[in-house]
C-alpha cells in the first residue's frame, strides 16, 4: 500500500490534469467547479457529483459520465476525506486559474493549440445540438439557473444544425424522366 501511495503521489499532478480536462470535457463542468471538488462531492452510490461552489451560488448535483466513474473511484481511493481533488504540488487547493493552465498544458501536449475550459464546455454544447438534444434539455445539462441562457448562447448553432438537418432530408429523384412525344 506505501508503494502505491508513493506512486499516486509521484503521477498524481499528470493524472489531476486528465482528470480535470475530462470534467471539463464530459461534464462540462466550470473551472471554479473543477477546482472546488473535493472528495466527499462524489457520490459513487447515486453516480453524482455535487457542486457546491456554483456560478448560481447554490448546490448543483449532476449525474457522472460513465466513463469517469472507474478513473474518479481509482483516483478518490488515495484522498482523505475533506481533501481537495485538485492540488498543487505545495499541497494548496487548485483555482481556477490553475484549471486553465492545466488545460492549455495539457492541449499543447498533445498539439492542440488555443484549448481552455471555456471552449471545452462550449463544445459539448455543439455536440449536444449535433445529436439532437432539445434546448431545454441542454439547459439543464449546462446547469443554467435560466432555461433561456442555452438558446441564448446557442441559438445560431442550433438554428445551423436545423438547417442542415432539413438540406440533408431533401430526397430527390435523380431517376430521367422518359420524353413525352
Known amino acids: 500500500q506505501a508503494i502505491l501511495n508513493l506512486k499516486f503521489q509521484y503521477q498524481r499532478a499528470k493524472f489531476q490534469n486528465i482528470l480535470a480536462a475530462s470534467l471539463l470535457g464530459l461534464q462540462a463542468l466550470r473551472p471554479g467547479e473543477v477546482a472546488n471538488l473535493k472528495k466527499e462531492d462524489i457520490d459513487f452510490d447515486q453516480r ?21 466513474l472507474l478513473p474518479l473511484e481509482s483516483y478518490v481511493k488515495h484522498l482523505k ?24 498544458e ?9 484549448v481552455n475550459p471555456r471552449k471545452m ?26 432555461e433561456s441562457t442555452a ?11 436545423i438547417v442542415r438537418h432539413a438540406t440533408n432530408s431533401l430526397q430527390f429523384n435523380n431517376q430521367p424522366q422518359a420524353n413525352e412525344e
Open 151 to 161: 438558446p441564448r448562447h446557442y441559438t445560431h448553432i442550433y438554428e445551423n444544425e
Open 48 to 68: 453524482l457529483l455535487i457542486l457546491r461552489e456554483t456560478k448560481s451560488q447554490e448546490i448543483q448535483e449532476t449525474p457522472i459520465h460513465q466513463n469517469l
Open 121 to 146: 464546455r462550449s463544445s459539448v454544447a455543439h455536440y449536444l445540438i449535433s445529436i439532437g438534444v432539445p434546448m431545454n434539455v441542454l439547459s439543464k445539462l449546462l446547469r443554467h439557473k435560466d
Open 81 to 104: 476525506q475533506g481533501e481537495y481533488l485538485f492540488v498543487r504540488s505545495s499541497e494548496k487547493q487548485w483555482t481556477r486559474k490553475d484549471v486553465y493552465h492545466s488545460v492549455q
Open 106 to 114: 495539457l492541449g499543447d501536449s498533445f498539439g492542440i493549440p488555443d
